[in-house]
């Protein structure tokens, strides 16, 4: 190891993050940080992850994030009680105080062990916990809240007594006020996506017509193109969808990405499929794929949503997990930048209604899109991170 190396990892300010892979959306945004971070400061800051529940919380509860994905895919009743119901003015105390109980210790032991000169949470049950271990371990030492919920964000991410707590939408801003949370330390920035996503940074000129990215991408250049998106883990109703929109005689092109999910991306790949169809698993270029489409058709996830707005792409939300995405579905509808249309036979529906001649309605949506759209969010977080360390 060279000594410049040396010195230099020496003197780097090092910055934990907080976050749980329950779901894919809180590793996103921790990537989007340190993705800003690295750019805008690339001899600063050393980023380090601590999963809160897999390092920090006793047994059985570092098991969550292993019973995420069966608990919200075949119970999501009972995920979206359990939402709701440490959703409320007497509920949410204890529920914060529970959840402080079994998580406080150990990350008091991960701070400790890191030292670290900034503290970020980009998750809402791991948020309070390392706030209040922080402040005992190191009090002068600022913490930092990143929301990712896009609207109805649950109270749990105004529970840290935090010096600065992004939110990505006016929406996210209100409902802190309406919990209590010192209006002076909240900021509206956007929701921290990917650098590529934002013009400057994209592999390709994003002035290129879609003609152009289709090209790359191998679609049809002048046929109407239509995203399906399972998000990274490939969740959600994406096989019944493209069936139904291959046979319902419409002059469109898909293109579907099946994420993680490989046994779905062979089941795609062995249809007899009607309309052109171009199959993909995991992509690290989902900047190129949403600007080569028409509309986007996805689950209610807050980046997968934020993403599509960055690429100026209105969007169907083909369904939401209850409590926790009912709030992305709320913002999606209120400010006029998709639909929600649960079932493939209204997916069909909506889809032939766009394609009428004389239809405005996805002109309309994509303006809006393009006027909602934050695609350097992330690069505004961190400086306003290293502006507490200044």
Not at 82 to 108: E, K
Request: glycine share 8%; proline share 7%; aromatic share 10%.
């Amino acid at each position: 190891m060279s000594l410049t190396f040396d010195v230099l990892l020496y003197t780097l300010q090092r910055i934990l993050i907080f976050f749980s892979d329950t779901g894919g959306g809180h590793r996103a945004a921790a990537n989007a940080l340190r993705e800003g971070f690295h750019h805008q400061f690339p001899e600063r800051y050393e980023i380090i992850y601590v999963d809160g529940f897999k390092e920090c919380a006793p047994f059985p509860f570092n098991q969550i994030p292993l019973t995420y994905f069966p608990l919200t895919t075949y119970t999501p009743w009972l995920w979206s009680g359990l939402f709701h119901f440490s959703n409320t003015r007497w509920t949410l105390p204890l529920a914060a105080a529970f959840d402080d109980f079994i998580l406080r210790r150990g990350c008091a032991n991960a701070i400790r062990r890191r030292k670290p000169a900034l503290v970020i949470s980009v998750h809402p049950l791991i948020n309070r916990a390392p706030c209040n271990a922080l402040r005992a371990v190191a009090p002068h030492t600022p913490f930092v809240t990143v929301i990712t919920d896009l609207f109805d964000a649950h109270g749990m991410w105004f529970s840290a007594a935090s010096d600065l707590l992004t939110t990505p939408t006016q929406g996210a801003f209100e409902r802190g006020v309406r919990w209590g949370f010192p209006q002076a330390k909240m900021r509206v920035v956007g929701q921290p996506i990917a650098l590529q996503f934002a013009e400057k940074f994209a592999a390709q000129g994003t002035d290129e017509s879609v003609t152009t990215w289709r090209a790359r991408l191998n679609l049809k250049a002048d046929v109407f193109t239509l995203l399906l998106v399972g998000g990274g883990e490939g969740m959600g109703p994406l096989r019944a969808i493209a069936r139904a929109l291959d046979e319902a005689e419409l002059p469109i092109q898909l293109a579907i990405i099946a994420g993680r999910n490989d046994t779905l991306r062979v089941q795609l790949q062995n249809v007899e499929w009607r309309v052109p169809v171009n199959i993909q698993g995991f992509v690290t270029d989902m900047p190129d794929w949403m600007r080569a489409s028409d509309v986007v058709i996805t689950k209610a996830g807050p980046g997968t949503i934020m993403e599509t707005l960055a690429a100026g792409k209105p969007m169907i939300l083909s369904g939401n997990l209850p409590g926790q995405e009912e709030g992305n579905v709320t913002f999606v509808e209120k400010t006029g930048v998709g639909v929600l249309r649960t079932t493939p036979e209204a997916i069909v529906k909506q889809v032939r209604a766009w394609l009428a001649p004389g239809n405005p309605e996805l002109a309309h949506m994509q303006e809006s899109a393009r006027r909602e759209a934050r695609p350097a969010a992330a690069l505004e977080i961190v400086k306003l991170m290293d502006a507490l360390l200044r």
